[in-house]
């Protein structure tokens, strides 16, 4: 049984792991597996979880959840979130999705405007929009080539957004 409050969770190998931690919450959680894990049932991390190298898969069914208190380290473009990504927030502090696509780390911020309490779920696209043309006023144009979802799925708070874009 895993104890929240301490330890980390280390996930070493050199063939992809299905990750099933029980429903249970975990403190920290690491992966070091180039050929990455993925998540066959929804895993809550109260702390921090650390990218070194390969990439966590997750769907909307088994999805990674940051606690109010956990955040992200080191994401990169050979470690993050393939899929969704959610995050409960209780606080005005910024959260960095750790989100991408494949060899792609492509992350996107949020930053509720106050503190009530609010779960955000973010997801990166490496395909077109399906209306890359409806602009809203406040838009001044829209990707041919990737989109984030960024939904609120529980909580009131609006917040700002904050996407990412590279050269490719």
Same mark, same amino acid.
């Given at each position: 049984? @895993? !104890?929240? %409050?301490?330890?980390?969770? =280390? @996930?070493t190998g050199s063939t992809s792991q299905n990750l099933d931690f029980g429903g249970d919450d975990l403190f920290n959680l690491e992966i070091v597996n180039?050929? %990455? %894990? !993925?998540?066959?049932?929804?895993?809550? !991390?109260n702390n921090e979880v650390q990218f070194n190298i390969g990439d966590f898969i997750t769907t909307n069914d088994s999805v990674l959840i940051f606690e109010t208190t956990a955040t992200s380290?080191? #994401?990169v473009d050979d470690s993050h979130v393939n899929g969704p990504v959610v995050k409960n927030f209780d606080s005005n502090t910024e959260f960095i999705y750790p989100t991408g696509h494949g060899s792609s780390y492509n992350p996107v911020a949020f930053e509720p405007q106050g503190a009530s309490a609010t779960v955000m779920r973010a997801t990166y696209f490496?395909? #077109?929009p399906?209306? #890359?043309?409806? @602009? =809203? #006023?406040?838009l001044k144009s829209i990707s041919t080539v990737e989109e984030w979802d960024l939904t609120r799925l529980s909580g009131t708070e609006d917040g700002n957004v904050t996407l990412s874009w590279d050269a490719d």
């Open positions: 049984d @895993l !104890v929240a %409050g301490n330890g980390l969770l =280390e @996930l180039a050929a %990455g %894990g !993925v998540f066959i049932r929804t895993a809550k !991390v380290a080191d #994401p490496w395909n #077109p399906l209306s #890359p043309t409806l @602009l =809203e #006023p406040q």
